[in-house]
């Protein structure tokens, strides 16, 4: 438990309310957190000091005064308050576990003098943090055994050192899974958030899920109207992207693959022509029947056997995103997918070229604009699960190796 004091100044003396209301809630952070302490030093029209003191208290966790024009003064809180952590506690062999993770308590961390402190609402968990819990060397970093994951997260700054945010304000970032957290002002940026799009689509679609399917597309795919497009794990957040740019900007026919009937519906409403389910077709069988004369492009989010169906049936220069392998990240080497049709790469004289999408990081702020401008068009619609409950990281990055998400997977803190 950590001690922290607020100090909070009003000044209702060019206002006509008769009732200001502050409420406590956005200082008290975790179900642990109390006030111990709550002292106003005011001064109102009111004559006596028990007349003043009638116009403030806290009442259900909201410190609310009733401001007779012209209150000015301050009140000090006092709050002893928890923070919680979700730490990496063991490695995994094949799959993430249970006991892959631990939830802890952990310190509440110092506003940095020129950044901010913020409350977590939303982590993003995603495929490529399976590599990181990997012993040995992958594209991003490795976790310790015993620190808390890390990655993008979306929160609202409760103290801020940085005169560019202020109390209140939506950021998102990359940062531990830790409930609050301290930033310096380069690793957050403010976003703004409506009911179009609400603060978690910038960890799916106008984020690093977006970026990673617009980037690709313009540099390495370049689809052309009328070219076939087929994307693998076609329903989650980098693949609905994927899906919707090559159908909905490029105009291209478009066939995706997921892991249900619910997902193949998704696909067909967000406009995909073609759309199956790799548990009920084969999809050497959906590829002959769907793309007879040959792929164009093949979006390979998942690698293994349905990338060595694509390579069979891809035409001549043709061009493959080699984007994740999710069915390979919980195989070791040894059980890797061995894949038989890479000649195919020569005789169709194909593009096959793999990407990380921070290669682009400095024309990041163009494509968050363009992906944000699609949005704004109606020509990509922000699709996501959400998970409930810091507790439940786990359960949602599990999920993400079952098919559990629709769309982005997101966990929302509250
Ligand atoms: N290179 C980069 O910079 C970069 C950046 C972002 C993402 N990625 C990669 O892009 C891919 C998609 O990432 P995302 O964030 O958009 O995740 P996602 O597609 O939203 O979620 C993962 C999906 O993968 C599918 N899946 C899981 N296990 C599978 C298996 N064994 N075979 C086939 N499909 C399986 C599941 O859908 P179904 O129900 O359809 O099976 C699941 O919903 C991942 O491979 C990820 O690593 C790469």
Redesign the pocket.
């Known amino acids: 438990m950590e001690l922290a004091t607020y100090r909070i100044k009003v000044d209702a003396s060019s206002i006509d309310k008769k009732r200001v209301e502050v409420s406590v809630i956005p200082f008290l952070r975790n179900p642990g957190d109390r006030i111990l302490q709550f002292a106003a030093d005011v001064d109102t029209h009111s004559k006596t000091k028990a007349a003043r003191d009638k116009n403030y208290g806290i009442m259900d966790d909201r410190l609310t005064i009733y401001a007779q024009k012209g209150l000015r003064g301050t009140f000090d809180l006092e709050i002893s308050m928890s923070n919680q952590t979700m730490v990496f506690a063991e490695r995994p062999t094949e799959a993430a576990t249970a006991s892959t993770f631990r939830l802890d308590e952990c310190a509440m961390p110092e506003c940095p003098t020129d950044g901010i402190m913020i409350r977590a609402t939303h982590f993003s968990v995603?495929?490529?943090m399976r590599g990181r819990m990997a012993e040995g060397k992958s594209y991003a970093p490795g976790w310790e055994v015993g620190s808390p994951g890390e990655g993008g997260m979306c929160g609202i700054v409760v103290e801020s050192n940085d005169p560019e945010l202020v109390v209140g304000d939506a950021v998102t970032g990359f940062g531990q899974w830790n409930k609050f957290i301290a930033a310096s002002k380069v690793s957050f940026r403010k976003i703004e958030v409506s009911d179009a799009v609400p603060a978690s689509a910038y960890l799916g679609q106008v984020g690093?899920?977006g970026l990673?399917a617009y980037f690709p597309l313009e540099k390495i795919a370049k689809p052309q109207p009328d070219e076939v497009v087929f994307v693998?794990?076609?329903?989650?957040?980098?693949?609905s992207t994927v899906g919707q740019i090559c159908k909905n900007v490029k105009g291209c026919r478009v066939i995706g693959?997921?892991?249900?009937d619910e997902?193949v519906e998704f696909l067909k409403s967000l406009g995909f022509d073609e759309a199956f389910n790799?548990n009920t077709m084969s999809v050497a069988e959906a590829l002959d029947t769907y793309a007879p004369e040959g792929i164009d492009v093949y979006w390979d989010?998942?690698g293994?056997e349905?990338l060595d169906e694509a390579l069979a049936r891809m035409k001549k220069f043709g061009r493959i995103v080699a984007?994740?392998?999710?069915?390979q990240?919980n195989n070791g080497t040894e059980a890797a997918y061995g894949l038989k049709n890479t000649i195919n790469v020569v005789k169709q004289q194909l593009l096959w070229q793999?990407?990380?999408?921070?290669r682009w990081a400095e024309e990041f702020p163009e494509g968050l604009a363009e992906l944000a401008k699609l949005v704004g068009e109606g020509k990509l619609q922000i699709k996501e699960t959400v998970v409930n409950g810091f507790e439940n990281i786990p359960t949602a990055f599990m999920g993400?190796?079952?098919?559990?998400?629709v769309?982005?997977?997101v966990v929302k803190v509250d």
Not at 400 to 405: A, K, P, R
């Open positions: 995603d495929p490529y690093m899920p990673s693998s794990g076609a329903a989650g957040a980098v693949g693959c997921a892991g249900t997902k790799y989010n998942v293994g349905t984007c994740g392998a999710i069915s990240y793999g990407f990380i999408v921070t993400l190796f079952t098919g559990v998400n769309g982005k997977m």
